[in-house]
């Protein structure tokens, strides 16, 4: 992970940059749409308060979860003990990142949504609040977080959440062989650049002109902005969205030159 330093250093850079985020200057009729209709999006939907009450409760607990880190090499093995309130800090997006991710849902309506990785569940939450008739699918490696999680859907009263644990690159594979088709798909995972590449590439096979990739903190390390650069450069890909936060990919027919989109957010 790069330092807190070397992030700001980052945003600066994609700040001073990025195209306008109220649209002026947007060529592709698509993205025009996507920042006019889903990024500045302003309206507070019923669903984001249970959500951001639930947030305000993990950043302020105390308590600790022991998780299996299988990257983590110690005396104790990899074995970790992690403060809740650390996770909820670090592994979740923001308030404004989960909302527009909501609104995604919302108005581009995908007939599939697949999670890898959900960490507490607020991100999760959101997806599968914005359509509650959508079953939802989230893949975690972790027990002790898969439990946190699902008792959060439960208290969120969101019944439309299928969670799968196990290791993701498996648990993938299953899930693509049983739908054979690609909805929205976040990646809120940070395990490598090869990782990275093994998911997007198990994901390829199943991809559709309407599908939605959605990768998380596409330039929190070295990492994840070799694998973000890399996926821009596949010759499937025909536009992406970098918003620093999170790295939208899309698929569709009617980009005919591939384009690559930097939209201050």
Do not use: C
């Amino acid at each position: 992970m790069y330092s807190r330093f070397a992030i700001v250093t980052r945003y600066l850079k994609y700040f001073l940059t990025a195209s306008n985020g109220k649209g002026h200057g947007v060529h592709s009729p698509f993205v025009f749409e996507f920042i006019t209709q889903v990024l500045n999006d302003d309206r507070f939907f019923y669903a984001f308060l249970p959500i951001e009450d639930l947030r305000t409760y993990l950043v302020a607990d105390t308590n600790q979860l022991t998780i299996e880190a299988p990257d983590v090499k110690s005396p104790a093995g990899n074995i970790m003990k992690l403060g809740i309130h650390d996770i909820a800090r670090s592994s979740g997006s923001s308030r404004k990142t989960g909302q527009l991710l909501f609104r995604i849902v919302n108005y581009y309506s995908p007939d599939s949504i697949l999670v890898l990785g959900n960490s507490l569940g607020i991100d999760t939450a959101y997806l599968a609040a914005a359509n509650t008739s959508l079953q939802l699918t989230t893949i975690q490696q972790d027990k002790t977080i898969a439990a946190m999680a699902m008792k959060h859907f439960q208290m969120l009263e969101l019944k439309n959440i299928n969670m799968l644990i196990g290791e993701y690159d498996q648990s993938l594979d299953a899930v693509i062989t049983k739908n054979n088709k690609i909805g929205l798909v976040y990646i809120h995972v940070n395990t490598g650049y090869t990782s990275i590449m093994v998911y997007f590439n198990q994901l390829l096979g199943s991809i559709q002109p309407d599908s939605i990739l959605i990768f998380h903190n596409i330039h929190s390390s070295r990492d994840m902005e070799k694998a973000w650069e890399e996926i821009k450069t596949n010759q499937i890909v025909t536009l992406t969205i970098d918003l620093f936060y999170m790295g939208i990919v899309l698929f569709r027919n009617e980009n005919k030159v591939k384009q690559d989109f930097s939209i201050r957010f």
